[in-house]
C-alpha cells in the first residue's frame, strides 16, 4: 500500500506562488509516475502535471505550462508543484497521485491519491 499525504496549499493574491509537496509513504519501490491533479467542487476532476519516477519525462495541461513546474526528489521520496503566476481560475483542491507502470491521462484511474491541499487564488 501506498500512502501520499500533501501540504504547501492556502490562499494567495493572484499572481501570486504557492509551492505544493507530496511525500508517498510505504511501498513505493513499484511507483513510475507520480502526478497532481486538481478539482473544484462540483465539476470534474482535471490533470494538472505528471512526471515519471525513472527518466523524469513531464506533462503539464495546457492552461498551466510556462506557470507551473513539477519536480520531485528521489532521496526524499518528494514530489512537488511549483505554481507561479497563480490565477483566480486555479482555485481548486489538489491532490497528489501515484501509479504503477504509466500516468493516466484519467485522473479517475490513479492507483492510488493524497486526502488533498486547498488552494484558494483571490483576484
Given amino acids: 500500500q501506498v500512502q501520499l499525504v500533501e501540504s504547501g496549499g492556502g490562499s494567495v493574491q493572484a499572481g501570486g506562488s504557492l509551492r505544493l509537496s507530496c511525500v508517498a509513504y510505504g511501498y ?20 494538472v502535471a ?3 519516477t525513472v527518466g523524469f519525462g513531464t506533462y503539464y495541461a495546457d492552461f498551466v ?4 513546474t513539477i519536480s520531485q526528489d528521489s ?4 514530489v512537488y ?5 497563480l490565477e483566480p481560475e486555479d482555485t481548486a483542491m489538489y491532490y497528489c497521485a501515484a501509479d504503477t507502470l504509466r ?5 479517475n484511474e490513479y492507483k492510488y491519491r493524497g ?3 486547498q488552494v484558494t487564488v483571490s483576484s
Fill in 50 to 52: 505528471h512526471i515519471y
Fill in 65 to 68: 505550462k510556462g506557470r507551473f
Fill in 103 to 107: 500516468c493516466p491521462t484519467d485522473p
Fill in 81 to 85: 508543484l511549483q505554481m507561479n503566476s
Fill in 28 to 47: 513505493t519501490y513499484n511507483i513510475d509516475c507520480m502526478g497532481w491533479f486538481r478539482q473544484v467542487s462540483g465539476e470534474e476532476r482535471e490533470v
Fill in 75 to 78: 532521496a526524499k521520496g518528494t
Fill in 115 to 117: 486526502q488533498g491541499t
